[in-house]
Nanobody, 116 residues
Framework: QVQLVESGGGLVQPGGSLRLSCAAS????????MSWYRQAPGKERQLVAR????????DYADSVKGRFTISRDNAKNTVYLQMDSLKPEDTAMYYC?????????GGQGTQVTVSS
């Protein structure tokens, strides 16, 4: 069964950090570009960060540049999103996505809440 499972979300105070994980099963992430999206209540889904197949190139939404870092560990079949200096406006459900020329998979999401 093909799955992407996100984890690592939770409640954190402003200025804090979280590390999200996205673990794949049923397929290997090695051949996929990976992305993290987020969606807050009443707002459109937003691309937060993406990393290419080789892991040598990544880019970020302007709102998270310098605070978030996407990385991948193909040996562990997992992608990460390190989130530092979190702000209340980062509160959202975070989803990972795997895509190549033939297939696309998404996860169920993990909730991140930034609040004092």
């Amino acid at each position: 069964q093909v799955q992407l499972v996100e984890s690592g979300g939770g409640l954190v105070q402003p200025g804090g950090s979280l590390r999200l994980s996205c673990a794949a099963s049923g397929f290997t992430l090695r051949g996929y570009a990976m992305s993290w999206y987020r969606q807050a209540p009443g707002k459109e889904r937003q691309l937060v960060a993406r990393i290419n197949i080789g892991g040598g190139s990544s880019d970020y939404a302007d709102s998270v540049k310098g605070r978030f870092t996407i990385s991948r560990d193909n040996a562990k079949n997992t992608v990460y999103l390190q989130m530092d200096s979190l702000k209340p406006e980062d509160t959202a459900m975070y989803y990972c996505n795997a895509r190549n020329w033939a297939y696309e998979y998404g996860g169920q999401g993990t909730q991140v809440t930034v609040s004092s």
